[in-house]
Structure formats: structure tokens, C-alpha cells
């Protein structure tokens, strides 16, 4: 059955999403934040800056009015970055009905309060039922219809059904999972470590530097959404190692090409104007430092980044501080069975 999807966002992702849901036959309006943004995507036919080469079709509806964007849809899609998500969304509520279905495709925290998008979304709309996108989906394969496979996550079964029937594609294959701590948490905080990837690359190191990264980093994402109340085998799914692959290694990653360039030497403020688009693992890396000390976690990663970002720590010795951390085992003491 069609419905009236409004997508909140002309960047990359929103308009990649807002594609899926215009192949499955949805009556599309996508919001745009600045009139010249808008008028631009109509001229060109295209997003030139987030999005180049895409064609966007001339029956997706864009306008600037949130009012117009949400009234009457069915179903609200969110991608807007962490850092205006909250503004935002309070200048939707008074448009937006107790019956519509919000769905984040945003990853991040909200650094003041420490919540998840979901949570920041839950509490300015809390009669609505809140459902999570995530998963290892680049926008710029999204849209040239290159299978991908995600998962969609909330409290509420029924809804997240819902939503995985309006976007499940011959090309979008959706997964539902009930696990939304661990969904998010897994698609945040593997941008920190796509950072951090990067970093190695533009320092030059190695393969065995790059996986030995990915997969300590996936032990310390485990690690504090455990700690958090989250189920540890989501970690191993798509919202898990799944999104912190694609993130750490593809060229289309601007997390990764942001550490790439820190790693080369230039500096944070050089790096984020070269990408020209929103680096969310640098806002992430902050909450994500604040939640390790509020849940008593060890995250010697995170630290590393955290110091590389905002202490001006040079690359090269937060690494070397990792690689001479005293002597560990590789799991926790009880999971393992020494025959003597």
C-alpha cells in the first residue's frame, strides 16, 4: 500500500532513502533547510554537493516549510545531523500527529544530555512510536541501486514492521531487530572508530594495523552497549561489525577520509573543511568519552581519539600508547577455560 512519507534532510542519506521509497511507489515530499538548497536540487535535477551524478525525479516534492514537509504523512523519516537534531524536532512537534511513525536515519549522540537520537526524538515526541535505520548503507551506493542490507530497530514490533515493509526494495533488504540500544550505539560509535582508521591511513600503516583496530574497537563498542543495556550479539549483526566495516574501509566514508587527512597532518579545523560535509564521529567522539567515564568502561581507543581531536595529542603516539598498554587477554578472565 503507498504512503505519504515526508523525508527531514536533502543531504546524502535523506535523499538515497527518499529514492528507496520513490521506487517502492511512496508518495515522497523531502524537506530542505535553505530555500537556495531546494531551488538548486530543482534546477540541477540533482544534489551536487552531497549527492553529484544522482538524479532526483521531478514528482519527489521538496519545500522548506516543516509544516507543509510533515502534515498528514504517514511516516516521518529523520536525517538530520546530531548536532541540530533536538531544534529541529521541536519545530516539528506542533505539526506532528500521535499516529505518525518517526524514523531516524541519523547516527550520533546529543553531547549535553549523553541520549541516543531516539531518545532526544522520544522526548519532545513522546506519544509517537520511534523507529531506528542503520546498518553499513552508503548513500552513494544506496542510490545507484547497488544491494544493501540494514536493519530497523524499536520498542515497537508493530512499527518496526511497518517500516521494514516501506523500504524493503529487491536492492534494500531490512531486517528488524528490537535491540535499540544496541542498534544505535553500534551506528555511532563505529564512526569514532572509522576515524581513527583513517588516521592509520594517512599515517601509512598496514592492513594488519587497520584489523587490529576494527576488531578492538568492535570489542569496546561491545563493551560499554553491554554495560548500557544492550544485547551483545547486535554487535556482531549489521548494525555492528556490518556498518564498522564498510566504515572503516570504503573511500566513501567521510569519517574515515576526515581521520585520513588528520593522519597526513592537517589539522582537525583543515580536515573537516576539505570533506565540506558533517564528520559525525567528532561530535560522537566527545559523548562517547563522557559515557565510557559514566559507565566505568574501558575504552583505550576512544581515549586515543578523544586525545587526537580536542588535547592536540599527535597520531602517532596515541597509537604508540595503545600498542604498550600493559599485557591483557584477549576476553574477560571467566569466559576463558586454560586447561591449566
Partial sequence: MSKKVCVMGAGSWGLALALVLHDNKHEVTIWCYQEEEKNAIIQDGENKRCLPGIKIPEDIKLTTSIEEAVEDKDVVVIAIPSAF??????????????????????????????????????????????????????????????????????????????????????YFRVYTNPDLIGVELGGSLKNVIAFAAGALEGMGYGDNTKAALMTRGLTEITRLGVAMGANQHTFS???????????????????????????????????????????????????????????????????????????????????????????????????????E
Fill in 85 to 170: 537534531m533536538r531544534e529541529n524536532i521541536q519545530n516539528m512537534a506542533p505539526f506532528i500527529k500521535d499516529d505518525q511513525i518517526i524514523v531516524n536515519v541519523s547516527k550520533g549522540l546529543e553531547y549535553s544530555t549523553l541520549y541516543r537520537l531516539s531518545e532526544v526524538i522520544q522526548s519532545e515526541l513522546p506519544n509517537n512510536h520511534i523507529v531506528v535505520l542503520s546498518g553499513p548503507s552508503h548513500a552513494e551506493e544506496v542510490s545507484r541501486k547497488i544491494p544493501t542490507t540494514v536493519t530497523v530497530a524499536s520498542k515497537s514490533r508493530k512499527a518496526a514492521h511497518e517500516v521494514q515493509s516501506l523500504f524493503m526494495a529487491d
Fill in 237 to 339: 549483526g549489521l548494525s555492528g561489525i556490518g556498518d564498522l566495516i564498510v566504515t572503516c574501509t570504503s573511500p566513501h566514508s567521510r569519517n574515515r577520509y576526515a581521520g585520513e587527512l588528520v593522519g597526513q597532518g592537517n589539522t582537525l579545523e583543515e580536515a573537516l573543511d576539505k570533506v565540506n560535509m558533517v564528520v559525525e564521529g567528532v561530535h560522537t567522539a566527545k559523548g562517547a568519552y563522557r559515557l565510557k567515564e559514566k559507565y566505568n568502561v574501558q575504552m583505550p581507543i576512544i581515549d586515543a581519539v578523544y586525545k587526537t581531536l580536542f588535547e592536540d595529542y599527535p597520531a602517532d603516539k596515541a597509537l604508540y600508547s595503545l600498542m604498550v598498554r600493559d599485557k591483557k587477554d584477549e576476553h574477560n578472565q571467566e569466559d576463558l577455560m586454560w586447561e
